[in-house]
């Protein structure tokens, strides 16, 4: 008998901490130098009493998707210390707001990825056909392209997008949020309309690159010629004051070649004399 009852006090004790146990963010923080520096957050299912009656220190809010606060509480932090914070959770939360004790927001946590709200028969900012078909019905302006066939021109696609919006002869696309458009249903690769810019493209491409070689041949032939004019100058000079000095020219070309110049440069350097 004493057996059954001492289990029987176990799993009642097992069963009043669970049923305590509520979800929480768990933000890890560190405060070093009167700066707050953010470490890393989860979300966990913890047995924790936050006492919200102390109002002093470090304010924490939790934020709805329409920025309307859900929960604050406080927190006190001291100096070149590491600290958990327990935020309670909420299906709603798009962000967590921390503010330092002088009223000033010093950090801004984006948990909207943790956020439950799908079924609440709102289709929120966060939410779209592609995520929550039950809050966003197709065709509806929830900044997603559905494409779906249903007699409504979806106003977040370019007619092209959406065959309801080509039937009814509207247009009704989101310009201003065109990203989500654009990428869940690009034109068809081989179509006309795109095909043409792409083939203007690649012929520009390949006009550019051969005026570059061309420009690239004939500067290269320039400075050549250049140099070769420079050369066969100074050549023509040196050749010129050495016979006027009555060396023999044979004598004169065997230095010059010598000191590197070809049989071609000197004998174009001779010529320009004669």
């Given amino acids: 008998m004493d057996k059954k009852i001492t289990i029987f006090i176990i799993l009642t004790v097992l069963l009043a901490a669970n049923a ?12 070093f130098s009167g700066s707050l520096v953010f470490d890393q957050m989860g979300l966990r299912d913890v047995e924790y009493d936050q006492s919200k009656a102390d109002e002093s220190g470090f304010l924490i809010k939790t934020i709805s998707f329409e920025d309307k ?33 002088a009223n000033s927001k010093i950090m801004d946590l984006d948990v909207s990825s943790f956020a439950d709200t799908c079924g609440n028969g709102i289709c929120e900012k966060h939410e779209s056909y592609e995520s929550c078909t039950k809050d966003c019905p197709s065709g509806s302006q ?16 370019s007619p ?4 309801d919006c080509e039937a009814t002869g509207t247009s009704t696309a989101n310009t201003s949020s065109p990203s989500k458009t654009t990428q869940r249903f690009p034109s068809t690769p081989g179509t006309g309309e795109t095909e043409k810019p792409r083939e203007k493209s690649n012929y520009f491409i390949w006009i550019l690159s051969a005026l570059a070689a061309v420009i690239g041949i004939s500067l290269y032939f320039f400075i050549k010629k250049k140099k070769e004019n420079q050369t066969i100058s100074s050549l023509r000079q040196y050749i010129g004051e050495n016979v006027r000095h009555g060396y023999a020219l044979q004598q004169i070309k065997d230095v010059l070649y010598r000191e590197g110049y070809s049989e071609k440069e000197i004998n174009k350097a001779i010529k320009s004399i004669q």
């Fill in 69 to 101: 606060v859900i929960d604050s509480l406080h927190y006190n932090i001291s100096e070149n210390k590491k600290y958990i914070l327990y935020v309670p959770y909420s299906i709603a939360a798009a962000r967590i707001e921390i503010y330092n004790p």
């Fill in 20 to 31: 305590s146990a509520a979800k929480y963010f768990v933000v890890e923080v560190k405060y």
């Fill in 160 to 163: 092209a997008s959406d065959a």
């Fill in 142 to 157: 929830d900044d997603f392209c559905d494409g779906v066939e249903d007699g409504i021109c979806d106003p977040d696609c």
